[in-house]
T-cell receptor, first 114, second 113 residues
Framework: ETGVTQSPTHLIKTRGQQVTLRCSSQSGHNTVSWYQQALGQGPQFIFQYYREEENGRGNFPPRFSGLQFPNYSSELNVNALELDDSALYLC?????????????FGPGTRLTVL | SQQGEEDPQALSIQEGENATMNCSYKTSINNLQWYRQNSGRGLVHLILIRSNEREKHSGRLRVTLDTSKKSSSLLITASRAADTASYFCATDGGGGSNYKLTFGKGTLLTVNP
């Protein structure tokens, strides 16, 4: 157990809908990163938040957006869902700011888009 | 895009045997990490090796890094059925993009009792 929690565990949406996923970082960690993992693939970096600001972004369209709150928890929002958005969404927290040192992953949210 | 590529994609061994997985990557790095994932759940960090290190040990794990060949290997000795999982290498971007991890597609290890 890493101390990183995510909610919900599973989610089913239909194409075109919007979804919000939540992540609570491990105590003392001020950086949260989000990853998308399609079936049979490795995780792909979506973006990172550090001190409530987006610190870097992967190759994902603007309909993927996020927030980080003063308590360092975070949300991932996806608008206009597409079938290809079906995946396991992982958040990871780390203690050292803009640094890719060890990241501690939550259990993930499994999103299914029908 | 995937930077790291693990090899083999799948590996099946008997309990007690050693398992070796390899990872190749494309760009310069500050460090390389290995993670483990059980059946579609969250990733668990196993070990981190920095670009100026060549070998690192942690319990039954041994990791090597060859920056000239842009490759790494993970050795699990005396494997157990509980080691059955997917194993991923992850590299940072090096230079100014060290905020993100880039993962390979993983090696699925099955340890048969």
């Amino acid at each position: 157990e890493t101390g990183v929690t995510q909610s919900p565990t599973h989610l089913i949406k239909t194409r075109g809908q919007q979804v919000t996923l939540r992540c609570s970082s491990q105590s003392g960690h001020n950086t949260v990163s989000w990853y998308q993992q399609a079936l049979g693939q490795g995780p792909q970096f979506i973006f990172q938040y550090y001190r409530e600001e987006e610190n870097g972004r992967g190759n994902f369209p603007p309909r993927f957006s996020g927030l980080q709150f003063p308590n360092y928890s975070s949300e991932l929002n996806v608008n206009a869902l597409e079938l290809d958005d079906s995946a396991l969404y992982l958040c990871a927290s780390s203690p050292r700011g803009a640094n890719s040192d060890t990241q501690y992953f939550g259990p993930g949210t499994r999103l299914t888009v029908l | 895009s995937q930077q790291g590529e693990e090899d083999p994609q799948a590996l099946s061994i008997q309990e007690g045997e050693n398992a070796t997985m390899n990872c190749s990557y494309k760009t310069s790095i500050n460090n390389l990490q290995w993670y483990r994932q059980n059946s579609g759940r969250g990733l668990v960090h196993l070990i981190l090796i920095r670009s100026n290190e060549r070998e690192k040990h942690s319990g039954r794990l041994r990791v090597t890094l060859d920056t000239s060949k842009k490759s790494s290997s993970l050795l699990i000795t005396a494997s157990r059925a509980a080691d059955t999982a997917s194993y991923f290498c992850a590299t940072d971007g090096g230079g100014g993009s060290n905020y993100k991890l880039t993962f390979g597609k993983g090696t699925l290890l099955t340890v048969n009792p």
